[in-house]
């Protein structure tokens, strides 16, 4: 018999991840001393905010291009289908003639929120719990919706082979994205306009009788959905479903003849895939607070391309790596480089804006020739035997 | 069950395989009893592995009928453009019947597995999980059960069976290497153990001593008669190597340019004219 891993430290580690999250998001609140950076509204919490949800999206994209061997570009696609899904559910009922005053409001007065005030209460616990309800369901059936668009159009679109997969699929996103933009669809979609007014991250944040915040968690709700999500992704890749998708990107034509149902495989990856990016859609909306179809181009899609690639096709971790490195740099720490700068006087040159666009250009050109495995290659990271091994270390150093 | 007359796994009959204007199969009738060795040889091209790709479902022949244990499995007949250019016999034979072509999948699925003429491991596993990722196909268990990890015992039986046949394979050492890693005579040998772990009932094995030596090949075919024994296989296999040829076979097909042109025992074989200027060419055409 094969050992059974040891999944312990690992669950340990992302608890302990999560506690460290709400304590870095609530310390500057007991310790007023501490530098800006831990204020809540400092880049360092925009960028785990944002970093949070691009994880799931990239573990989901990771799923399909990296497991399965489907090399499909409709995340954004998918992405847009969750969000606006998750915001016209979740918008309060009283608030859609406002959102919707162009077009004499809204066609679709349902609020998944404003449904479950009606049965727990609208104030206090009541209230709050029917939020976070009505957010979970929200976000659930943001996922359904984009699985379930993503089976539709997956018998014609997975009967194609690499690159025409590939285009059929960025072809679709941008008739998405062309589509809920459209006027007439304006009383579900508010038309190019954005959709507002629905529950954000902030809106978990426990607040006492006077709207003081008691306790943050706004970083903490974007950290929790996607530690789950990509759990239950990881359980799918090491379960036997998980061992088919990889079969198929390694060898159709062997995975056939051994009885895996390609089709089938194809469309099960496509759907799970997409519906956990229909997931990170409804949370992108919920972090920048508005839904708008002109977020979701093929811009966000090649961004999450390359933090598939930087972080390791094949690689779970590598990606939720990448994508805090990327984000992070995108966000924060390469942020100087759009905007002059003088050192002392002197002006560096090429510095202005769009010179960010530039730098990653060239850092994608050298990890696609030098570096073409990612950071991670297909390999995770297993704590359990990086604990093992450091222990190993001490015992050899005694010795 | 009582013995009785012996059954065919395998029954080919009039099978063609045309592509465009090419008839890589031609008429090619056979039959496999069931719990014996058979094989098919011939020169190169003559279209030993089109006649296993379409046992398997990799195509579906022009015309023609296969069973399966009895059972019609793939059936055809030549249509439309296919039937202009025709060049093949008995065009109209199966006409009247439904044409049935499963997918290769589902052709697994019945009992028929394979072993392919250039290995096709699946590279970024390991030797255990290419095993193991074989028995997916008959796993009682759905996305979700296997997700939740709501069936563990299913994954645990899985698990036991996969160590089981590696190590009747001698392959238990090696099972957390890459399969890519092994040595060819191995990797040959995990693809039939690949193989059986989708319980097959008929076992096709497409050159299985390529690319191996006198040593290796003797080895093999004491291995495949093992292995017929153990679970109870009907093996149909197409190779070059006239010893293993005439070591296990208990009947011969001999196939040149499509068609047959010789059957029999391996002794008959052996010395029949038309084999022996199939392969060797005859005298005054040089």
Redesign the interface.
């Known amino acids: 018999m094969t050992e059974k891993k040891n999944y312990r430290p690992t669950i340990l580690l992302i608890a302990g991840l999560l506690i460290f999250v709400i304590i870095l998001e609530n310390i500057r609140s007991v310790f007023p001393w501490l530098p800006q950076i831990f204020d809540p509204m400092s880049p360092l919490f925009t960028v785990l905010k944002k970093a949070a949800v691009y994880s799931l999206v990239a573990v989901s994209m990771n799923l399909l291009n990296g497991f399965t061997g489907l090399f499909s570009l409709g995340q954004a696609g998918f992405m847009l289908l969750g969000a606006y899904t998750y915001a016209i559910l979740t918008v309060p009922s009283e608030l859609k003639d406002q959102v919707y005053y162009l077009f004499g409001g809204c066609a679709f007065q349902f609020s998944i929120v404003d449904f479950f005030k009606g049965i727990f209460g609208a104030g206090g616990a009541g209230g709050a719990f029917s939020m976070v309800l009505g957010c979970i369901i929200a976000l659930i059936l943001a996922g359904t919706v984009a699985g379930f668009f993503a089976f539709l159009i997956g018998f014609p679109v997975l009967r194609l082979k690499s690159d025409y997969l590939v285009i059929a699929t960025l072809g679709f996103a941008e008739i998405l994205r062309a589509f809920f933009q459209w006027q007439r669809l304006g009383p579900i979609t508010n038309g190019a306009n954005m959709i507002k007014g629905f529950p954000t991250f902030s809106s978990f944040n426990i607040t006492d009788g006077s709207g003081r915040t008691i306790l943050q968690l706004s970083t903490f709700i974007p950290f929790l959905v996607t530690t789950i999500c990509i759990a239950i992704i990881v359980l799918l890749i090491n379960s036997s479903y998980g061992r088919a998708f990889k079969s198929i990107r390694d060898d159709e034509i062997a995975s056939e003849a051994m009885g895996i149902r390609l089709f089938s495989h194809k469309m099960l990856s496509f759907v799970i895939s997409s519906f956990f990016a229909g997931v990170g859609g409804g949370l992108f909306a919920m972090y920048v607070a508005n839904a708008q179809a002109k977020a979701f181009t093929s811009t966000m899609t090649y961004e999450l391309l390359l933090i598939v690639v930087i972080g390791g096709i094949g690689s779970v971790s590598g990606s939720v790596i990448a994508t805090f490195l990327y984000v992070a740099c995108s966000e924060w720490w390469l942020r100087f480089l759009d905007s002059e700068q003088y050192i002392g006087g002197f002006k560096v040159p090429l510095l202005r804006n769009g010179f960010r666009m530039v730098v990653f250009s060239v850092v994608i050109m050298i990890i696609v020739l030098f570096f073409s495995k990612g950071i991670m290659g297909n390999r995770e990271i297993n704590i359990a035997a990086l604990l093992d091994r450091k222990k190993t270390g001490k015992d050899k150093a005694k010795k | 069950m009582t013995e009785q007359a012996p059954v065919n796994a395998l029954h080919i009959e009039n099978v063609t395989m045309q592509f465009g204007g090419v008839v890589s199969v031609n008429n090619l009738t056979l039959d496999v009893p069931e719990h014996s060795i058979i094989a098919l040889i011939g020169p190169n091209g003559a279209g030993k592995t089109t006649a296993f790709n379409c046992i ?1 479902g ?1 195509y579906q022949p022009t015309n023609g009928l296969i069973e399966f244990m009895g059972k019609p499995m793939v059936r055809n007949y030549p249509k439309g453009k296919d039937l202009k250019n025709y060049l093949g016999e008995e065009k109209d034979k199966y006409r009247s019947l439904p044409v049935l072509s499963p ?3 589902e052709i ?2 019945l009992g028929i ?2 072993t ?1 003429q250039n290995i ?6 390991t030797v ?2 290419n095993v ?8 009682d ?1 759905n ?1 979700f059960s ?4 709501g069936n563990l015992s299913e ?1 645990k039986r ?3 069976e996969t ?1 089981e046949l590696l190590n009747e394979q001698g392959l238990q050492e090696y ?1 957390d290497e890459l399969a890519t890693s092994l040595p060819y005579g191995l990797q040959r040998r995990l693809e039939i153990a ?2 059986l ?2 319980d097959p009932k008929l076992l096709l094995l497409d050159e299985p001593a390529a690319g191996m030596n006198p040593q290796e090949t003797l080895q093999l075919a004491e291995f495949v008669r093992t292995i017929r024994d153990k679970y109870k296989l009907t093996v149909f296999l197409i190779e070059h190597h006239m010893d293993l040829v005439m070591n296990i076979s208990d009947y011969i097909y001999v196939i040149d340019f499509g068609s047959e042109i010789a059957q029999g025992l391996p002794k008959d074989i052996q010395t029949n004219q038309k084999v022996i200027e199939a392969y060797l060419g005859v005298a005054d055409e040089q």
């Open positions: 398997t990799v997918t290769p999948d697994t699925k597995a394979r392919f096709r491991l699946w590279k970024s596993m255990f999980e193991l990722t074989a028995k997916h196909m008959r796993a268990q996305v296997a997700t939740f990890r994954e899985m698990r036991e160590m099972k690949r193989a772990a989708t």
